[in-house]
């Protein structure tokens, strides 16, 4: 019975050790991180989430997961974000979004990701390169009139006629346009063509005429127009009537 139990402290003994010098055995193994999404090239939206699936792995035990978005050119400073998340365990996996900044530039940003386990061992470092295209938009419409001349004043006999013509267009979406004539001395408005729907198309072009009136004095013929934004712009032509 004696010999029975020394047997056992023995066996006993020997497994704890054997537990002690796989304790001490240093993780010299980084953990593993596989990155579904997003995919290389794909396109995101302002005021809209940039989505982030991934799966991570240790033989141990994992400590945090890094995620840094910035943009492709230096000049380029509207979005420059670090997410850091806490984790445990061998495995796990992650899915979130990142909401994307209202004024956001559209451009290039590249996606950085890595895991970090417990013994502060860093993954294979996963990159992807994403367009984001801004919805903002704060740029008005503009006007290109080649006749007659914009912010010129022009002469003309009375009851003739002014022809113009040109085009407007936006960097992102027309709404509408205006073509409007005016008593310069009064401000009353005498004409109006529109508003003339655009649709969202990003060019108009347009040719018609105005018919002057008959009593001789100054007119102002103004153009205006809308972006979908409601960005307004307006340009004008004065007409001297003789």
């Known amino acids: 019975m004696r010999l029975y139990s020394l047997f056992l402290v023995l066996l006993g003994g020997l497994f704890l050790f054997n ?15 596989t990155l579904q999404k997003p995919n290389d090239l794909d396109t995101f939206y302002s005021t809209k989430y940039l989505p982030i699936e991934a799966n991570l792995a240790d033989n141990e035990n994992l400590s945090e997961f890094s995620l840094q978005i910035t943009p492709v050119t230096a000049e380029n400073k509207s979005w420059d974000t670090l997410v850091t998340l806490t984790i445990y365990g061998q495995s796990t996996y992650l899915f979130f979004q990142v909401p994307i900044p209202d004024k956001v530039k559209s451009g290039n940003y590249q996606i950085t990701a890595y895991a970090t386990d417990a013994e502060n061992l860093t993954s294979d470092t996963i ?24 912010y010129s004043t022009i002469t003309t006999f009375s009851s003739n006629t002014v022809v113009y013509f040109g085009e407007v267009f936006d960097n992102q979406a027309l709404s509408d346009m205006n073509i409007a004539l005016y008593n310069e001395a009064t401000q009353k408005m005498l004409y109006q063509k529109g508003p003339i729907a655009l649709n969202g198309i990003t060019q108009y072009d347009f040719a018609d005429f105005l018919k002057m009136p008959a009593t001789t004095g100054t007119y102002r013929i103004v153009f205006s127009a809308r972006d979908t934004m409601l960005n307004t712009t307006t340009a004008w032509v004065l007409v001297k009537v003789i």
Do not use: A, H
């Open 127 to 150: 990159r992807r390169n994403v367009y984001i295209k801004s919805l903002f938009d704060e740029q008005p419409p503009q006007f290109n009139i080649s006749e007659p001349q914009l």
């Open 19 to 33: 537990m002690g010098c796989k304790s001490l055995k240093p993780d010299l193994e980084p953990p593993t991180l």
